[in-house]
């Protein structure tokens, strides 16, 4: 279990208990979280579910692997913190990881 | 004058277009009552994961749902599920349900999606012949996917080439039998068909082209070999049928609502009748882009067409109409699909098949209409953009690898 909270890009903050093996974007989703569209339902097919992750967790959000790097090459205001929030697995070290969404997937 | 307080919107049947219509007409501010009507009994779920990972036993059914139970209760949200809908009265504005009993609308939307063509040949109807479309196909299907088990797949379409790669990743003696002279030979080029067609016997799948299915054997009602118009006999334990879907539209047809492969409706999704709607496969909408109209049987179709639903019945403006896009995940290959190449007079094939990693390009008189991209996600998401803006790219530019897509993305917008 972690808590993750999630903020938009007008700072409203919520935090959300996040299941273990779920992805952020899972989590976000089944909580209307605003801000991530995730149209390909995880499948790492739409780079719509671009987020912004504490840079202090990058480390413990885990590896990116290339085709997610290629995806958020073409997503809009990449930031060095940008990760697509499917590819981002829930674990107890996730617990208390803060992201931020953008203002439009598009 | 758009839906609000005191009107009732109707959704029949539960797919990716009824849960986007859903979340669209809530999040619009529809205060109204709101009621989904649906055969299947599952919450609306993904259907995508069903030839992939779900098929694989990798992900837990919940995880297929749009949304939990509890989301439908926060939004007040009436479920109405296993329940079919056999009549729509549109004098009165009320559908028939099929327990008995009508429910009235303002607005109805059908997203009633599509059925899987039935096989015609006889022994369609023995046990172990499946489908593949629903929760319940794969329930069905799954425990005797078992390794060692031979499994004969009618049709070499996505579905059917998907299903391929996961029975056989599962163990199986996996035969794909195809009456085309190539594999995906409805919806690709034959650059893509010999690659696909590669890959799969690389991976030890039997594939058959050209091949006429003439019937099914049975041994105590369960299939035992499928035989084909040559006499071959490919004995079978699990014959799966993926020969392509038909659009739900009898009733509307049935209704009087105008229907031509697919229910006709507006860039609105509006059909004949202004109080109803149709989105997702069972529809035939004008493809702005492409200067016709059609059916597309795709995840982005159907939450661009909920969209679409939900803003014109709430009077909002008309959400953008993005390029057509598809994926397919075979193996480790990642297909991603951009625009709609039917009718391109050219191809361009940027990078090596053998690498696994390759795009081919289709253009008309110049101008880029689709791309498959294989495992190169850079080809796929420029080409969604130069498509919608009906860029003129040379084959020289697009086939010389050494300039990055993201460059040659930007020198044709410039």
Request: proline share 6%; with cysteine.
């Amino acid at each position: 279990m972690a808590k993750i909270t999630f903020v938009s890009h007008d700072g409203t903050e919520r935090t959300l208990e996040a299941k273990n093996g779920m992805s952020v974007m899972e989590v976000a989703v089944n909580n209307s979280v605003p801000g991530i569209d995730a149209d390909c339902g995880g499948a790492c097919a739409c780079a719509t579910c671009h987020v912004y992750v504490d840079p202090a967790f990058l480390a413990q959000a885990g590896e990116q692997q290339e085709m997610e790097k290629s995806m958020l090459d073409f997503a809009e205001n990449v930031k060095p913190n940008s990760r697509l929030s499917c590819q981002i697995k829930v674990t107890d070290a996730l617990d208390g990881l803060r992201v931020t969404t953008p203002e439009s997937q598009h | 004058m758009p839906a609000g307080e005191g009107q009732r919107i109707v959704i029949v049947a539960g797919g990716q277009a009824a849960a986007q219509a859903l979340q669209s007409l809530r999040q619009g501010g529809f205060p109204g009552a709101l009621t989904l009507v649906g055969d299947e009994a599952a919450l609306p779920y993904q259907r995508p994961p069903l030839s992939k990972g779900y098929m694989k036993g990798e992900v837990e059914e919940e995880r297929l749902y749009f949304k939990p139970s509890a989301w439908y209760e926060d939004q007040n949200i009436e479920l109405l599920l296993g329940t079919h809908v056999p009549k729509i009265d549109r004098a009165s504005r009320q559908v028939q349900l099929g327990h008995g009993g009508h429910l009235p609308y303002d607005y109805l939307i059908l997203a009633t999606g599509s059925r899987p063509r039935p096989l015609p040949v006889r022994g369609a109807d023995l046990g172990g012949v499946h489908d593949l479309r629903t929760l319940a196909d794969v329930e069905r299907l799954s425990p005797k996917m078992v390794a060692g088990r031979r499994i004969v797949i009618i049709g070499a379409g996505y579905i059917g080439l998907e299903a391929a790669a996961v029975a056989r990743q599962m163990g199986l003696e996996v035969t794909v039998i195809e009456t085309a002279p190539r594999v995906l030979a409805r919806v690709t080029s034959p650059v893509l068909s010999e690659f696909y067609a590669g890959e799969h016997a690389r991976q030890g799948v039997k594939i058959l082209t050209g091949a006429q299915l003439s019937h099914l054997d049975g041994v105590d009602g369960e299939v035992s070999a499928a035989i084909l118009a040559d006499g071959t006999r490919l004995p079978a334990d699990i014959v799966l049928s993926g020969i392509g879907i038909l659009p739900n539209e009898e009733l509307a047809k049935d209704a009087g609502i105008a229907c031509s492969n697919g229910i006709l409706v507006d860039r609105d999704a509006r059909t004949s009748d202004p109080h109803v709607f149709a989105a997702g496969d069972c529809a035939s909408r004008p493809l702005v882009h492409f200067g016709r109209s059609g059916r597309l049987e795709s995840v982005h179709n159907a939450i661009e067409q909920g969209k679409l639903a939900a803003a014109a019945i709430l009077g909002l403006p008309r959400p953008a109409e993005d390029c057509p896009w598809f994926w397919s995940d075979q193996y480790d290959l990642k297909l991603q699909i951009a625009g709609l190449s039917q009718g391109y007079d050219t191809h361009v094939i940027r990078g090596d098949p053998d690498s696994r990693k390759f795009a081919v390009f289709y253009l008309k008189n110049g101008t880029l209409i689709a791309v498959d991209a294989v495992n190169s996600p850079p080809e796929f998401l420029a080409s969604k953009k130069l498509i919608m803006s009906g860029a003129k790219l040379a084959p020289a530019v697009l086939i010389d690898t050494s300039t990055p897509m993201k460059d040659i993305a930007a020198q044709a917008a410039a």
